[in-house]
């Protein structure tokens, strides 16, 4: 495994608990990209250094230890400027990455059909055009022939022309396959579309396996799936579609909020959202929150939803005073009646509390999609109300 350093910064707007647990999700997708976490720096500033990101003291610290240590690759918790990416790259003299680019690079690993191929080249390809300046490497060979190069046309500008050409190809591409997958949607039929939203690694795939008898691949890394699956789901007598889409994470790149906005397609055009939350992390709460920040972006965040509590089984059954249930926001909980009784359970009707894994009240689960599903259909079809009736 690559040996890695991640270097992240505390700030006003960002205190250090919050600075931390980024820089955890960020050894998480070091590990999932293959990498290996030997040290985390953090550094304490009110405005980042626009030439090197850090101060200078803190860049000697990180040099010696890499060069100690034979780190390989550096990786930034924000977003570097070329320029910063440049002089910090000579400074290390290793390679340097910045979270969206390790992302970039966690999505180019997981993309298997051409679609999601297309996406992450287009998004690899919209990051990389700024950043060319100073690279050494050429993309590929200037094209010859007369016309074809401007009077003086320099090694960056030849490559710039080359990436705004891949783009343009890339999005023609994408296009293309977004007019066979509407066709694909429209062929579905009027049938209740449901999908599964949340952030990354909080059980959807799971869930989608659980609940649908599917064959999705699930694993405990983040973005372990990039391809939307969409399978058919009969609950009682009431059939409808159900999909599983890719998760979300905080500060998701803008290249791919912009190249996955075809992909979440499926989430627009669903008639019923299933989010589903991992109560068992520390900030369950933010990322909720920014899962709703990006359903907000495409337009999906007043649809019906169900709010799924997943992986309670990862909680210790701890005895705890039944006060604290009611006017604290605590975690210790150990049966469904306490979940209930929490901050969380008090959110609405449309909220649940399973385990995906442990199978735990996914009976009441389906109910509940039974019920909301059921409200949708008999909306669209009034003439089949009398087929079907509430289960119980």
Not at 59 to 82: G, H, M, P, Q
Not at 147 to 160: H, Q, S
Not at 162 to 177: D, Q, T, Y
Not at 295 to 320: A, G, H, M, R, W
Request: glycine fraction near 6%.
């Amino acid at each position: 495994m690559e040996k890695t350093v991640l270097i992240g910064v505390i700030t006003n707007d960002q205190g250090y608990e919050k600075s931390m647990d980024y820089l955890d999700e960020l050894a998480f997708l070091t590990v999932t990209a293959g990498g290996s976490v030997k040290k985390i720096f953090t550094q304490k500033l009110n405005h980042p250094n626009p030439k090197t990101f850090i101060g200078e003291g803190k860049i000697n610290e990180i040099r010696e230890y890499i060069k100690d240590n034979e780190v390989k690759t550096v990786i930034f918790d924000d977003e570097l400027s070329a320029t910063q990416e440049r002089n910090i790259s000579k400074i290390f003299n290793c390679k340097i990455l910045d979270r969206t680019n390790l992302i970039l690079d966690i999505f180019a690993q997981r993309a298997k059909t051409s679609y999601a191929k297309t996406q992450v080249e287009l998004a690899q390809c919209q990051y990389l055009l700024p950043r060319l300046k100073g690279m050494w490497t050429h993309l590929e060979r200037q094209k010859g022939g007369i016309g074809m190069r401007g009077p003086g046309e320099t090694e960056i500008e030849t490559d710039r022309r080359i990436v705004r050409n891949k783009i343009s190809i890339l999005k023609e591409k994408i296009k293309s396959i977004d007019k066979q997958m509407q066709t694909q949607r429209g062929n579905r039929g009027k049938l209740v579309r449901v999908a599964i939203v949340g952030y990354t690694n909080v059980g959807k795939s799971t869930l989608m396996n659980l609940l649908c008898k599917a064959k999705v691949f699930a694993e405990d890394k983040l973005f372990a799936t990039l391809d939307t699956t969409v399978r058919k789901l009969v609950i009682g007598n009431l059939p409808f579609l159900m999909s599983d889409t890719v998760g979300f994470i905080r500060k998701l790149p803008t290249q791919l909020v912009e190249s996955f906005k075809s992909t979440l397609d499926e989430v627009r055009e669903a008639d019923l959202l299933v989010h589903v939350v991992d109560i068992t992390h520390n900030n369950f709460e933010e990322h909720k929150e920014s899962v709703e920040k990006i359903l907000s972006e495409i337009n999906s965040i007043n649809k019906p939803t169900i709010l799924v509590f997943n992986k309670i089984d990862n909680y210790k059954q701890l005895k705890i005073d039944e006060d604290d249930l009611t006017t604290k926001r605590t975690k210790m909980h150990y049966s469904l009646r306490d979940w209930e009784k929490t901050w969380m359970g008090q959110l609405g009707n449309n909220v649940i509390f399973i385990s995906a894994i442990e199978k735990s009240n996914i009976d009441q689960l389906k109910k509940l999609l039974y019920a909301k599903v059921r409200e949708i259909h008999v909306t669209r079809f009034p003439y089949n109300n009398f087929l079907y009736t509430e289960i119980t």
